[in-house]
């Protein structure tokens, strides 16, 4: 496929566009999933909380039948926040390798490529904890990165500082509205790489920005097309959502254009500062 990878602080590489599925549900996933890798998507993100690893897997289970290889996928799923707050000790890090083993049954897989902590939860301090545990999985072989979602640098500076496995990358809510240009460049300086989520503004306001809007019809593309570019152009990982079949097409067929210097000048324009997610230094849902 032309889509093209990142490389990772591990030696392993990420399809640079991959396939979302929150808010998917579990009966539907199998489908979306389904048109999604026969679209050409071969990166997944799923979660826990989403309660769809089952669906998804189903839809993994079919491909692989069908005769796509299992190294030619890239899943991803991620440790939900339950419990993790007295994560400690020995305890703790068993909890933690009974939720892998329940994902990965859940999607049918005998190893996953990326497991991420999906909140930091600082005001509770087991982050470190955790990845204590994830470190063994990946020791073990059960997956062949480790990384976080939506930590800030100063969780990301603990983890450097107090364990040997530097996070492959932080996904993060992440998009023209909310670019996250100080935590990129950190993120830059430790070589860990930048995962967007919702990369699309979750396809409210900012697919109708007059700005975006004029790129769109100059490049004779859609909105959605011209802000994956700008994720991909950025050196960023995104992994759009969308049941629809068609949208599914449209948003991986994003590598026959190029943005130029002025696009880029405008698409900064219409940074708000604004998130659409809970700010990750104050969330603590279970
Ligand atoms: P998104 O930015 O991918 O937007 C998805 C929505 O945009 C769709 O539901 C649809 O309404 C619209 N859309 C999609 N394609 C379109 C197109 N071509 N044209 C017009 N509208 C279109 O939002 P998201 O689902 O929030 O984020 C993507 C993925 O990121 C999720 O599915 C999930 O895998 C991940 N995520 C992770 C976290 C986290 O905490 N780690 C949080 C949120 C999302």
């Known amino acids: 496929s032309t ?21 998917v549900p ?24 989403y309660e769809n690893e089952a669906g998804t897997g189903q839809a993994l289970a079919e491909a692989l039948a069908g005769g796509v290889r299992r190294e030619d996928l890239y899943i991803t799923t991620k440790l939900w926040n339950s419990g993790t707050a007295d994560w400690t000790g020995e305890q703790g890090r068993d909890a933690v390798l009974r939720a892998f083993d329940s994902s990965l049954d859940k999607l049918g897989l005998d190893y996953l490529d990326l497991y991420l902590i999906h909140w930091p939860r600082p005001m509770h301090g087991s982050y470190l904890n955790v990845w204590k545990a994830f470190e063994q999985l990946l ?8 990384g976080v979602s939506n930590f800030g640098p100063e969780q990301l500076t603990r983890l450097l ?6 996070p492959v990358l932080n996904q993060v809510e992440l998009h ?3 670019p996250q240009r100080q935590l990129r460049a950190f993120h830059a300086q430790h070589g860990i790489a930048t995962e ?8 409210k306001g900012l697919l109708t920005e007059p700005a975006l809007v004029k790129i769109a019809e100059k490049h004779g593309r859609t ?10 152009q950025s050196g960023v990982i995104a992994i759009p959502k969308s049941v629809t079949p068609s949208r599914i097409k449209e948003n991986l067929d994003v590598t026959g254009f190029e943005l130029d210097a002025e696009d880029f000048a ?12 809970p700010d990750p230094q104050d969330f603590d849902w279970n």
């Open 196 to 203: 967007a989520w919702s990369p699309l503004g979750q396809g």
């Open 3 to 23: 889509i093209p990878t990142v490389s990772l602080n591990n030696g392993a590489h990420i399809p640079q566009l991959g396939f979302g599925v929150w808010q």
């Open 223 to 232: 909105v959605a097309q011209v802000v994956l570019r700008w994720h991909l």
């Open 161 to 166: 500082e107090e364990s040997s496995v530097v």
């Open 139 to 146: 020791a073990d072989g059960r997956v062949k990165s480790v």
């Open 266 to 277: 405008a698409i900064a324009a219409v940074e708000t500062g604004v998130r659409l997610g």
């Open 26 to 49: 579990d009966a539907e996933a199998t489908a979306a999933v389904r048109t999604a890798i026969e679209a050409g998507y071969r990166s997944v993100d799923t979660a826990a909380i």
């Open 176 to 178: 023209p509205h909310f």
